[in-house]
């Protein structure tokens, strides 16, 4: 038990750790997000997780174990190097907002939700064919990423005068979610 709640925990952080980049990013551009475009981009980021869960699981289910662990692993650390390497930091979240009102409406919310959900695509692959639990972990994503863009608004804002706080925010954070993922795409091979 202890095991698997790591193992959701450090998947769920990870995935989350991109949405808190982006929230950082839109509050240091004075970029308001209410709480329906809020809720509207984590549910899409859930979803596509809950989607690529669900392909990594048939993928696992007709390869030999072997086959499977070596699979999870290698994607779990692609995402994971990508992540590390990533020097983007948050860019996505600024051209979201596509007519520049300030304001990110449910419809910006969609688009910002599909760039978010790179990530979830990929890791969820993974941890899919690892047979981690699907509906702790959509319903632990949907939970953090909603929290974590929250919180990622506020702190945005209240940085908003500090100089290079989005960019040099946003590589960190991706950086942690690198890290993240490639210690799990470790632990699976143990």
Known sequence: MT???W???ALVIALSVDSFAAGLAY???GIRMP???LLTASAVSSLVLAFSFLL???AGGSLPEGAVKAFGFLTLSAIGVWK???GSGGESAQSADRNQDRLVSPAEALAL???LSADSLAAGIGAGALAMPLIPAVTASFAAGSAALFLGCRLGHRMAGMSKSQSLGGRAAGRVSGLLLLILAISKLM
């Open 3 to 5: 095991v698997l709640f």
């Open 7 to 9: 193992e959701t925990g």
């Open 27 to 29: 509050g240091a551009g």
């Open 35 to 37: 709480a329906v475009s």
């Open 56 to 58: 990594g699981g048939m």
């Open 84 to 86: 590390l390497f990533d």
């Open 113 to 115: 939700g599909a760039a």
